[in-house]
Nanobody, 121 residues
């Protein structure tokens, strides 16, 4: 059974930084792409960032490009989301997603329970 457990969320002032982690178990982590999504109150879940199975290729939403960095450590079965220059509009529950294949273009079939990120102005 695949499990994704996020951590690292919290309350931070605008301009601050946070690093989210997602620890995966239950399948060969290094064989699958991973992603991060977020959902703000009253809004739909939206894509934030993704990374291929080996970390060679990444993708970002325009709203976070240049401020967020996704990375992975396949020896630790963990994917990270480093967030800099946080804005109040980044406030959301952040979800880790497990890919269906090596590329993030084929979608996701596993989800974590999320971690809350709140950015105060």
């Amino acid at each position: 059974q695949v499990q994704l457990v996020e951590s690292g969320g919290g309350l931070v002032q605008a301009g601050g930084s946070l690093r989210l982690s997602c620890k995966a178990s239950g399948r060969t982590f290094s064989s699958y792409a991973m992603g991060w999504f977020r959902q703000a109150p009253g809004a739909e879940r939206e894509f934030v960032a993704a990374i291929t199975w080996n970390g060679d290729t990444t993708s970002y939403a325009d709203s976070v490009k240049g401020r967020f960095t996704i990375s992975r450590d396949n020896t630790k079965n963990t994917v990270y989301l480093q967030m800099y220059s946080l804005k109040p509009e980044d406030t959301a529950v952040y979800y880790c997603a497990g890919g269906r294949g090596r590329s993030y273009t084929v979608g996701y079939n596993y989800w974590g329970l999320g971690t809350q990120v709140t950015v105060s102005s």
